[in-house]
């Protein structure tokens, strides 16, 4: 039977979040909590619990990802399907999207494949094509990089062979639109008139540029639903097409999803884990704990930190309020940042995102020279060191009153993974209702655009180069 559809196996990958190490009995009582404390939280809880569930919180238009669990059987495997279809025609699959266009696809794939998956050979990666994620940034360097991998002429060998995700909601972000033309002149100049075999758009069901063109062209689409926002559509065929292209198991993503869905309905904060997590972010940002670090335990999930960095910055940094977050991985950074989190100011709360077992551990061997002196650690795995590592900086902390807390993964999957999306999306938006804003807007990413798009020439952005122009301009008096 799939892992996903056994009760025992899914009650064993069960997410854990321990927040001991938040408490005045192992932090002491200047920088602790206690469960008065977050008891007390519960009349805000429970408003925002009501607001939540009943949709009817600010943003509420976009709190469609809620329901995103019970996507249908038919509607994973025809995604599946079309996966299936570009691995059988393509060995370069070209991810273009930004943002919440990109983030959640881009964590699936460097935590669920190889470290050096583009590197194997087809077979070794079972028949799924390469995958390159561009239209994430103005950057000529990347773009010209990944065109120069890409053939000049129609391919003989599936080697060559190349198709396009364009992904993008309102169909018009400068960084991914402007790619798309750049790899679509590339995809007409290779398939001619066939071309349109080898591009699928990902957008809005009716507006937007990017609709337009790929109906003319004859493009196959799936849709972005209104109700969910960038940020929050890991789960729509955002996330969902690229990750069936690169081999994730997307029906045990989903079901992962629902699993948390179920673990999060209690309006209970002692049993409800995102509610808990909102919590003790929201009395710690009350506290002066402006700064959230996530401490990832591995490498490959470092992008399941800028994937929350995203959501967390968008969605709750607004009206003057908002914690910083930032993103890093240990034990790397324990050798940069962790001067900082051990000894700095005392502003900070870390998120320990830590996974329990690893299918590659490695155990170290002694031998007989020692040269290295490192004959202490025989019979240990790295994945205990690791272990040990977190533990004992948890403790340092602990020591010097630094609250932290850890979500403990059992193992790295899809199902752990569609739990850990669907827990912080839903924490996301109660943390944002217990702070009054609006966790599904972001009209603070509208305010630069209006002046690089009138600095840029385009005629709907007119208006505002007046005032760029007329800008306070720099003195040579400030420039060294
Ligand atoms: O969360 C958001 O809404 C944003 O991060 C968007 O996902 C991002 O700006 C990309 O937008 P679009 O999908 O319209 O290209």
Redesign the pocket.
């Known amino acids: 039977m799939t892992n996903y559809l056994n009760e025992n196996w899914k009650n064993s990958m069960r997410l854990k979040l321990d927040y001991n190490n938040m408490m005045t009995r192992i932090i002491g009582e200047k920088n602790g909590l206690n469960i008065d404390d977050i008891l007390s939280l519960s009349d805000l809880l429970n408003i925002a619990h009501d607001d939540f569930t009943n949709k009817k919180g600010k943003g509420n238009e976009f709190l469609g990802f809620l329901d995103l669990p019970e996507v249908s059987n038919e509607i994973l495997d025809d995604i599946k399907n079309t996966a299936d279809d570009i691995s059988n025609k393509s060995d370069i699959f070209i991810n273009l999207?930004?943002?919440?266009?990109?983030?959640g696809s881009k964590t699936l794939f460097d935590s669920l494949t190889s470290t050096y998956y583009n590197e194997l050979s087809r077979e070794k990666r079972k028949n799924r094509p390469r995958v390159y994620f561009e239209g994430n940034n103005l950057d000529c360097d990347s773009i010209t990089d990944l065109l120069e991998l890409l053939p000049n002429t129609k391919p003989e060998k599936i080697e060559e062979h190349f198709s396009i995700g364009v992904?993008?909601?309102?169909?018009?972000?400068i960084?991914?639109?402007l790619a798309f033309r750049l790899f679509q002149d590339r995809a007409k100049e290779v398939y001619g008139k066939e071309h349109n075999n080898y591009i699928l758009a990902v957008?809005d069901k009716a507006n937007?540029k990017l609709k337009e063109i790929a109906d003319k062209e004859g493009y196959k689409s799936y849709v972005?639903p209104d109700n969910v926002?960038?940020?929050?559509?890991v789960l729509t065929p955002?996330g969902l097409i690229p990750a069936a292209v690169f081999g994730v198991d997307i029906h045990e993503l989903v079901a992962g999803a629902k699993y948390m869905k179920e673990l999060c309905k209690s309006p209970n904060i002692l049993e409800n884990p995102a509610y808990m997590y909102a919590t003790l972010q929201y009395l710690s940002y009350k506290r002066g704990r402006n700064i959230s670090a996530m401490a990832i335990w591995s490498k490959s999930l470092e992008s399941l930190g800028f994937w929350y960095d995203?959501?967390s910055a968008?969605s709750l940094g607004k009206d003057g309020k908002g914690r910083v977050p930032f993103t890093i991985v240990d034990t790397r950074d324990l050798h940069s940042r962790g001067q900082e989190l051990q000894e700095g100011e005392e502003n900070t709360v870390v998120t320990n995102i830590f996974v329990e077992k690893s299918v590659n551990d490695i155990t170290f061997k002694s031998n007989s020279e020692n040269a290295d002196g490192l004959n202490y650690l025989d019979g240990k795995s790295i994945k205990s060191m690791l272990s040990g590592a977190m533990e004992g900086t948890n403790y340092a902390y602990a020591k010097a009153n630094r609250p932290t807390m850890n979500i403990v993964l059992p193992e790295l999957n899809a199902f752990t993974l569609g739990q850990i999306f669907y827990l912080f999306e839903i924490a996301t938006v109660i943390e944002g209702y217990m702070m009054n804003i609006n966790p599904m807007d972001?009209p603070g990413?509208e305010a630069y655009k209006k002046f690089m798009f009138a600095n840029l020439g385009r005629e709907d952005m007119k208006k505002y180069k007046d005032e760029f122009d007329n800008r306070v301009k720099p003195e040579e008096e400030f420039l060294i």
């Open positions: 999207g930004i943002g919440g266009s990109y983030l992904i993008s909601k309102s169909g018009g972000t960084e991914t639109a957008t937007g972005i926002g960038g940020r929050y559509s955002v995203q959501l968008e972001q990413v």
